[in-house]
């Protein structure tokens, strides 16, 4: 089993910066790629961000990339996503999780966080 416990939602202006954090705690945190998600409201989960255990890369979504960074502390267990210049589109409710391998479908996803609501007010 793999915890993970999200952090650093909240309700931002359009153009302002947050950083989500998430902890994770259980099995070992480098077998997992680790992730970001978000479900906004009458919509589908949908991928975010993807980085492994050896951080050499990353992948994005394209409605994130160049706004979004994600990042890891293997030595911490925990993954972050810092997003700027944010947009009323972006506000959803975030979702760590664990994936066994570099996958950007959600049904793929082993283990998921509770998720953290971002807001972004126009």
């Known amino acids: 089993q793999v915890q993970l416990v999200e952090s650093g939602g909240g309700l931002v202006q359009a153009g302002g910066s947050l950083r989500l954090s998430c902890a994770a705690s259980?099995?070992?945190?480098?077998?997992?790629?680790m992730g970001w998600f978000r479900q906004a409201p009458g919509k589908e989960r949908e991928f975010v961000a993807l980085?492994?255990?050896?951080?050499?890369?990353?992948n994005l979504a394209n409605a994130v990339n160049g706004r979004f960074t994600i990042s890891r502390d293997n030595d911490k267990n925990t993954v972050y996503l810092q997003m700027t210049s944010l947009k009323p589109e972006d506000t959803a409710v975030y979702y760590c999780?664990?994936?066994?391998?570099?996958?950007?479908?959600?049904?793929?996803?082993?283990?998921w966080g509770q998720g953290t609501q971002v807001t972004v007010s126009s």
């Open positions: 259980g099995r070992t945190f480098s077998n997992y790629v």
């Open positions: 999780a664990a994936v066994g391998g570099f996958y950007s479908d959600p049904a793929r996803v082993e283990y």
């Open positions: 980085m492994p255990w050896s951080r050499a890369y990353a």
